[in-house]
């Protein structure tokens, strides 16, 4: 069975005011959904819905085909505007510790070293360099080679391409692309074009509406 | 089990290399007990009798001072969202959070009590007593203390409201820790059942706390 993540009808409200409401897409294994719309409109905001850190007011989420004895959240990789690097570990300590923390067993873990996952992501020759001293768009791709650490099925990026040179946008271009052939699936909001092969638009408007 | 380990060590490895929050405790937990000699006068009789319950105080408020960074530090840099996409059920992260916290702040501030007690003139055959009870009581405050800093992750002025929630709820520990180490000092009361009482407190904290500090991270990541 073909695994698809999939919202009917759902809302969510900050405060008094509905950020979205009566939303519902679905999306496919290898396909990507590109959030795009103004900012404000909850591009964000669903995507921390699906990563499960905020509880829609309605509707409801699911993910079919997924490991039942799992959430939806832990079938993720969310990767949000802060990296969650730190400063005073070296890049290669940052990386060992996300692959240890976010592998439940050696299943989970892919071949290969975490080398593989700098390697990917150009920061092979810094990884003793406390993460402290990398730049803003060194940090971004150090956020985003945790993406390759563990296999996860659902990537959940916000802002990806946020401080990247076009160098790393290519090689996430790649990253992803290579990801949903292998079956993955990809929720992105983003402002830019993206490029890779099944993709389907979402635009989310700003929302006006009232919470009654 | 590994998430676990994987994030305990982790906080240990940052509160040895941002070693500044330990430096500022043991510092702090210095001069508490250095200053109060000069203001109560040089009554070294008066100094060994209220020695147990200074050594408690003043490390009460040095553990304190660590307390707001706990989760701060991961919620700054977003890890503390990675955390909860994690495997690991956020209870586990928090309980390893407390433990990591106990092992790098309370611990080292117990093992500094003894030697402070000679500045107070505390009784020799106290000293077991008091290294006991520090170490038997103090999970207590690291882990009330972690549902006190879960509570007040975004607040603004989050680390005086932490000294208003957690210093109520120590007073037992307190008590009890004082109360042990006295009794043998005096050699008037017995030492195991105030200190049982110690222990009984500790683990029920050990064991509530995460429950409480992961409801408490769910509803500040909202």
Redesign the interface.
């Given at each position: 069975m073909q695994m698809q993540l999939a919202a009917d009808e759902l809302a969510v409200t900050r405060g008094e005011r509905f950020v979205f409401s009566g939303l519902s897409f679905a999306v496919s294994e290898g396909e990507a959904l590109i959030l795009t719309g103004p900012n404000g409109s909850g591009k964000t905001t669903l995507i921390?819905v699906i990563?499960?850190?905020?509880?829609p007011a309605a509707g409801e989420l699911r993910l079919e085909a997924g490991d039942a004895e799992?959430t939806i959240?832990?079938h993720?990789?969310?990767v949000?505007?802060?990296?969650?690097?730190?400063?005073?570990?070296t890049v290669l300590?940052n990386l060992e510790?996300?692959r240890?923390?976010?592998?439940?067993d050696s299943i989970d873990r892919l071949p290969g070293r975490d080398g593989a996952a700098l390697d990917a992501f150009g920061l092979l020759e810094l990884s003793h360099i406390p993460a402290g001293y990398l730049s803003d768009g060194q940090k971004r791709r150090l956020?985003l080679a945790?993406l390759l650490l563990t296999r996860r099925r659902v990537w959940l990026l916000d802002e990806p391409y946020a401080s990247l040179d076009a160098a790393s946008q290519g090689i996430l271009d790649a990253v992803l692309d290579r990801h949903l052939r292998g079956g993955g699936i990809a929720v992105i909001a983003t402002h830019q074009p993206i490029d890779v092969s099944s993709q389907r638009e979402l635009q989310l408007g700003v929302g006006e509406a009232e919470a009654g | 089990m590994r998430p676990f380990l994987a994030l305990l060590r982790r906080d240990l490895k940052l509160a040895m290399r941002d070693g500044g929050a330990l430096g500022t405790a043991m510092g702090f937990y210095l001069l508490v007990v250095a200053i109060l000699p000069l203001g109560l006068g040089p009554d070294l009789n008066l100094l060994s009798r209220i020695a147990p319950g200074i050594l408690w105080v003043a490390l009460l408020l040095s553990a304190l001072l660590s307390l707001p960074r706990m989760f701060e530090i991961d919620d700054e840099d977003g890890s503390l969202e990675v955390l909860a996409t994690g495997d690991a059920p956020l209870e586990l992260v928090a309980a390893a959070k407390s433990l990591a916290h106990w092992l790098s702040t309370a611990v080292p501030l117990s093992l500094m009590a003894p030697f402070l007690g000679l500045l107070l003139n505390l009784d020799l055959a106290a000293y077991p007593a008091l290294l006991a009870t520090l170490i038997g009581g103090t999970p207590a405050i690291s882990f009330i203390g972690a549902i006190c800093a879960a509570l007040t992750l975004r607040s603004r002025r989050g680390g005086l409201l932490i000294s208003l929630l957690v210093l109520p709820f120590s007073i037992p520990t307190l008590i009890f820790g004082v109360l042990a180490t006295t009794a043998v000092q005096t050699g008037t009361a017995e030492f195991g059942p105030p200190f049982m009482l110690l222990l009984a407190i500790s683990l029920v904290s050990v064991v509530i706390a995460p429950l409480a500090v992961a409801a408490a991270l769910r509803f500040q990541m909202q």
């Open positions: 921390r990563a499960g850190l905020i509880r799992r959240g832990q993720c990789h969310y949000g505007h802060r990296g969650a690097v730190k400063s005073s570990m300590e510790f996300w240890s923390f976010l592998a439940k956020g945790r | -």
